[in-house]
Nanobody, 126 residues
Framework: QVELVESGGGLVQPGDSLRLSCVSS????????MAWFRQAPGKEREFVAG???????????FYSNSVKGRFTVFRQNAGNTIHLQMGSLQLADTAVYYC????????????????WGQGTLVTVSS
C-alpha cells in the first residue's frame, strides 16, 4: 500500500523556522515529482514548493512566489523522502501542509499528483 506520511508541524511564532518531512512507502518515488501544498482555513489548496527528477539523480526545485527565499525543498533517502525547511515564518503561512507525489507534469498543478499525505498543521501565531 502506497503511503505518504508527513511530520514536523506545530505551533511557532513569526520569524521562527520549522522543518516538515514526508516519508513515502509502498513504492519508490525517486523519479516522481514530489511537492508540498498547503491549505489555509477558508482557502483553496495551493502549491508551495516542489521537486522534479532530472538526470544525474538530482532534482529541479520550484517555489511559489510567496515562499521563495524563505523555504527550501529537498529530497533524501534516494528521493523517497521530501523535506520542507521553512524559515522566517509569517502568520500567512498558517495552514495544513500536504505532501504529494506524481509521475510528472506541471509541478504546481495538484491534478498531476496521484498520492497525497494526510497533512500536518503549521500554526504561526504570536
Amino acid at each position: 500500500q502506497v503511503e505518504l506520511v508527513e511530520s514536523g508541524g506545530g505551533l511557532v511564532q513569526p520569524g521562527d523556522s520549522l522543518r516538515l518531512s514526508c516519508v513515502s512507502s509502498g513504492r519508490t518515488f525517486s523519479t516522481y515529482d514530489m511537492a508540498w501544498f498547503r491549505q489555509a482555513p477558508g482557502k483553496e489548496r495551493e502549491f508551495v514548493a516542489g521537486t522534479s527528477w532530472k538526470k544525474g539523480r538530482t532534482y529541479n526545485t520550484f517555489y511559489s512566489n510567496s515562499v521563495k527565499g524563505r523555504f527550501t525543498v529537498f529530497r533524501q533517502n534516494a528521493g523517497n523522502t521530501i523535506h520542507l525547511q521553512m524559515g522566517s515564518l509569517q502568520l500567512a503561512d498558517t495552514a495544513v501542509y500536504y505532501c504529494a507525489a506524481g509521475p510528472g507534469g506541471s509541478h504546481a498543478d495538484d491534478r498531476q499528483y496521484e498520492n497525497w499525505g494526510q497533512g500536518t498543521l503549521v500554526t504561526v501565531s504570536s
